[in-house]
């Protein structure tokens, strides 16, 4: 395989206008690669980040289950200027689920642990909904954002500048248990455990700590171990300690009011100017949360598009060069995408989720045919992966969040309409 960079100046753009592409293509794929490299895709793109005042992105594009481009879009950095690469990291916010929810059937695979058991009987931890003691709440449930746990007030205030000191086991039994110090009716729903669909953040914190407890690891070494190292993701990690500042992108929020009381988590040597005009890029520190198994990753699009191939390559049987296919057996990847049957909670429809599978749930918003997928939002991120197995078609976007506009989504649309 080769890789070319090109440099791609757009004249008028807002962003100051740098686009690096790196044609990675494989085997039979150099028309397609052509197709995807029109400038004209990439003037679009630019042209989307402008209309959601977004800094930089990163993305990949798969193709017949093979990584025909990556590219990065505008700026990493404002203040130094520093580009966005396909090689520059990024949290990816709550796509980091199909990290955790590999790990876990990972671990399913080797025998720890069957779906329905309760977790309560793996985590050390008597995990049950105060409205439903005598229900248990199962792995399945967990995965399937069904067990009834939801992200109360305590969730959001985790969130800290730099690493997290606070142990995750310590952190789920103060919110978990009745007796907690983060304890309060919020933290669960009022229905009972597999009765309906709610997002919840925290159960995939607890998934976290099912995966440190069966596999005598912590969270972090055993993604590193079991998911990063396999796929060659050497730049992946959780953690900030030891991290080299200028290969990470600096989370972007865009504000039209006062940024120091409607944004958070703030880079603390950044002042706004004095005068806003029609809004600012507010640059947010780099943060991690105790609950990190639900969306603390740190990737970028050329990395994280190996996770892609090698569930395409579970399904598909296509072995892109590289790529471990044998990160999950292939009817552990088939059982993860199956509708598993979630029902929304009455009277308030579960935002777009019309068929969740174990972790990744279908996304006809993205186009035509069955493709599954997984979006992350977090402050000064927005995050969109996925993949289409009938043709092989898969896109990963990290950039920094959008205002009003949502540029993940529309560039999903693009990639996954193309004929």
């Known amino acids: 395989m080769s890789t070319r960079r090109r440099f791609l100046a757009v004249a ?5 206008a740098l686009a690096i592409s790196d044609r990675t293509p494989g085997a039979g794929a150099a028309a397609r690669a052509e197709r995807v490299l029109d400038p004209a895709f990439e003037r679009w793109v630019l042209e989307q980040m402008r209309l959601g005042r977004v800094p930089g992105l990163t993305l990949a594009i798969i193709d017949g289950s093979q990584l025909v481009h990556t590219a990065g879009y505008g700026w990493a950095d404002l203040e130094s200027r520093r580009p966005m690469t396909s090689q520059t990291l990024l949290n990816i916010a709550s796509v980091t689920k199909t990290i955790t929810g590999t790990a876990v059937m990972q671990l399913w695979e080797r025998g720890k642990f069957q779906l329905d058991d309760d977790v309560s009987a793996h985590v050390g931890l008597e995990v049950r909904n105060p409205a439903h003691p005598r229900t ?10 069904t067990s009834s746990i939801a992200d109360g007030p305590a969730y959001k205030t985790s969130y800290v500048c730099g690493d997290t000191s606070t ?21 669960f729903h009022d229905w009972k455990p597999g009765a309906y669909y709610a997002y919840s953040n925290v159960a995939y914190g607890l998934l976290g700590r099912l995966i440190e407890t069966c596999s005598g690891l912590s969270y972090v070494e055993y993604c590193r171990r079991h998911v990063f190292e396999p796929l060659g993701m050497r730049r992946s990690r959780f953690e900030l300690a030891g991290m080299d500042r200028t290969e ?15 944004v958070r988590l703030i880079e603390p040597s950044w002042r706004p100017p004095e005068q806003i005009g029609e809004g600012v890029s507010v640059p947010h520190c780099l943060y991690s949360f105790v609950t990190m198994a639900d969306g603390g990753a740190r990737t970028n699009a050329a990395e994280y598009s190996r996770l892609l191939l090698a569930y395409l390559n579970a399904l598909n049987g296509t072995g892109a060069p590289g790529v471990s296919s044998r990160l999950l057996q292939r009817q552990t990847v ?36 069955e493709i599954w997928g997984h979006s992350g939002a977090d402050p000064g991120v927005a995050t969109v992966a996925a993949i289409r197995p009938q043709d092989g078609r898969g896109l990963v976007v990290i950039g920094q969040s959008s205002w009003q506009h949502n540029v993940v989504l529309e560039i999903a649309k693009y990639v996954f309409a193309w004929v």
């Open 136 to 145: 248990p709440i199962t792995i399945q449930q967990l995965l399937t954002h």
């Open 167 to 187: 142990p995750l086991n310590r952190w789920l039994q103060d919110y978990l248990q009745p007796d907690g110090s983060l304890f309060e009716p919020k933290n």
């Open 248 to 262: 990470h992108a600096t989370p972007y929020s865009y504000a039209t009011t006062d940024p120091m009381s409607s």
């Open 334 to 369: 088939q059982r993860m995408l199956t509708d598993q049957h979630v029902r929304p909670v009455p009277d308030a429809p579960a935002r777009g989720i019309a068929i969740q599978g174990l972790t990744w749930a279908m996304k006809p918003q993205y186009g035509a045919g």
């Open 12 to 16: 008028g753009s807002a962003l100051g």
